[in-house]
């Protein structure tokens, strides 16, 4: 796990300096701590920053480069199957110095690279140079497990790990992109390729960029793909039955943690003592690893925020070495300020917080952590889906019928109001991930001059080009999709990846095996939600490994007491915040309203623990990254 920087000027031509890739690299060292390295070719430059993983030698240094100093390679993340490929190319006649899997890709990109592309199986970004051809390729793994920023300027083009070292250069010059506040402010994260700070990009999932000729260009080489309506219950009347997905679920995932258990340093997990990452304690205790390490965070403030007994449950049964790290207030209100820094873009995902401090006390005993993030999107873990499911057969009640319902919904208020909404919409108009937030309370939040802005109605268009892909497919197979291409990606891998890096921590995701994804696309609908039970194929695998309470107790997570936080140790911090000169300077919300929902959530009146703390992170992030970069 690294971090990775380049320039290339094709523009222009203007050779790029060691001091420009050197500050660039600067800005991320806690992405890798245990060596740097740069490499210059007239116009191009890449720079890295390494965290050892595999093969800790400084023989896997990079930038790698090949032996006729023709090729190079700068890399974060993982190929879990570099051992095979490696072997696969030694039969070709490929000769390796090091036991890397750097060098693998680099290898396997000289005379292949549209075959290695498919062939990769891991996490990763990386930017590969041809010298002889002056040829750049940019590629990021099928889900996005591994971030990777770019920018063009007038001189060419920028890319990072993080778009913080973007911001060093003093061709890229930024901008604040208005419309995306309010996306912001409709799901709590920017998702999709575009940034706050326009023109930076993000590579999206499963492409590559090239460079080449003076023409960029960006190509799909993944996607995830679903049967039509019509072949799913076929397959379900078939021999592939519950039995069948049941045990290629298993055989899967003990192929997908065998793999993600390679690596030359100490490693661990993450256990919240819910079913995904339990499961995954289970299978590297099934694979013979020995001296399980396990790691979870606390709320102290009552049972509602605290599964700790569940984790110390899995711990006992599968007798790891556990470690508990207790959240305080404290904690939590002095590292939000360097909690926007590191995640570049404003991400209103609170356990973020609680998830870098439980990686800092697991980077003190391993260097590599498994996690079992990503398995709720797999197998429609999310109880929202079948609300949404819900709310569409709802809709097709006649609308003579609907609308004394809607009617009472809507004098009810608060959530009931919200769905009464959802409710009036298409599915690709009302679902914009599962993190839902009150678009009615949005439109009183925004100024005269904001809700100009924000009329455009800029979030269903924009997700309406994930809708269009899926067109036609059942109701929970869109919503999975849509959430495969934002929620997972912009906000909780982008959560895992930051806060685990902040702390110099390698994070895995075995549930995110790109084989994972194919295998539930394909898989029946009625195996992820049946008899009202989400993760209903997964949970039924795991009973005869994990205990009936643990599979089938309410998801917790990472919870946070956000509501409590900010009507007592927090309130003044929030309205210290929010109400600031540079807040409301900014002309985005209305003062009244700000005023309303901060008085009426410390009076108890209401809940609005979400909307304040996106004022706060959003703030925040427009005070260290906006007024910093054009000032």
């Known amino acids: 796990m690294c971090g990775i920087v380049g320039v290339y000027r094709y523009k222009t031509q203007k050779p790029v300096t060691e001091a420009e890739i050197q500050s660039m690299t600067d800005t991320i060292v806690y992405r890798g701590p245990d060596g740097s390295g740069l490499k ?22 990079q930038p790698m480069v090949d032996e006729t100093n023709s090729y190079s390679l700068v890399y974060n993340g993982e190929i879990y199957n570099y051992v095979e490929l490696k072997q696969a190319l030694r039969a070709d006649g490929v000769a390796f110095k090091t036991e890397s899997d750097t060098e693998v890709i680099l290898n396997s990109m000289i005379d292949r690279p549209d075959k290695a592309l498919q062939s990769f199986n891991g996490m990763f970004a990386f930017a590969f140079w041809d010298g002889q051809q002056r040829k750049l390729t940019l590629v990021r793994d099928r889900m996005g497990i591994k971030p990777l920023y770019y920018v063009e300027t007038e001189q060419g083009i ?99 943690v065998a793999w993600q258990l390679r690596s030359d340093v100490p490693l661990g997990v993450f256990l919240s003592g819910g079913v995904d990452s339990s499961a995954v304690v289970y299978m590297m205790d099934k694979l013979g ?143 914009f991930g599962v993190s839902v937030y009150d678009q009615l309370l949005k439109q009183e939040l925004y100024s005269p001059e904001f809700a100009k802005v924000a009329q455009r109605d800029n979030v269903a268009t924009f997700f309406e080009q994930y809708y269009s892909k899926v067109k036609g497919l059942l109701t929970q197979q869109q919503m999975q999709y849509v959430d495969y291409k934002t929620w997972l990606l912009d906000d909780l891998l982008t959560k895992a990846d930051r806060m685990s890096m902040a702390a110099s921590l390698e994070l895995r995701v075995p549930f995110l095996d790109h084989r994972f994804i194919e295998f539930a696309a394909q898989m029946p609908v009625k195996y992820r939600s049946k008899n009202n039970e989400s993760k209903y194929l997964l949970k039924k695998a795991l009973e005869p490994y994990l205990p009936h309470e643990i599979l089938y107790r309410k998801k917790m997570g990472f919870p946070t007491p956000l509501a409590r936080l900010f009507a007592g140790p927090l309130k003044d911090y929030v309205a210290d915040i929010v109400l600031s000169n540079s807040s409301l300077n900014r002309g985005f919300f209305n003062p009244v309203v700000l005023r309303r929902l901060i008085q009426e959530h410390h009076q108890g009146k209401a809940d609005h623990h979400k909307v304040l703390w996106q004022l706060v992170v959003l703030e925040l992030w427009q005070q260290q990254y906006l007024d910093a970069a054009t000032k």
Request: proline share 6%; charged share 25%; aromatic share 12%.
């Open 289 to 431: 690893q020995k001296d399980i390490k396990t790691f979870s965070v606390r709320w102290d403030f009552g049972d509602k925020f605290d599964e700790s007994k569940y984790a110390r449950q899995i711990s006992t049964l599968f007798k790891t070495d556990h470690y508990e790290y207790t959240m305080t207030p404290d904690d939590f209100v002095g590292f939000i300020p360097e909690y926007v820094r590191l995640m570049d873009e404003p991400v209103t995902e609170a356990a973020a917080i609680s998830l870098y401090f439980i990686a800092k006390q697991a980077k003190k005993e391993v260097t590599v952590v498994l996690s079992g993030e990503g398995a709720d999107e797999v197998f429609g873990g999310y109880p929202i889906y079948r609300y949404m499911d819900y709310v569409e057969r709802f809709r097709q009640i006649p609308g003579l019928l609907r609308a004394p319902i809607h009617s009472v919904l809507k004098s009810m208020g608060g959530k009931y109001r919200k769905w009464s909404d959802m409710a009036t919409k298409p599915l690709a108009q009302r679902y």
């Open 158 to 256: 920028a890319f990072a790990s993080e778009m913080k070292s973007l911001l060093v250069l003093p061709e890229v010059q930024v901008s604040l992109k208005p419309e995306l506040i309010d996306t912001y402010m409709s799901v709590g994260y920017c998702p999709g390729e575009h940034t706050l700070l326009s023109p930076i990009k993000k590579l999206a999932p499963g492409t590559y960029l090239t460079v080449e000729q003076g023409r960029l260009c960006i190509e799909t080489y993944w996607d995830i793909t679903y049967p039509t309506p019509s072949r799913t219950p076929v397959q379900a009347t078939t021999s592939r039955d519950e039995n069948y997905y049941k045990a290629e679920c298993l055989r899967l995932f003990e192929s997908s």
């Open 40 to 61: 210059i070719d007239g116009s191009y430059g890449v720079g890295h920053r390494r965290l050892s993983i595999i093969d800790t030698h400084s023989r896997s240094d």
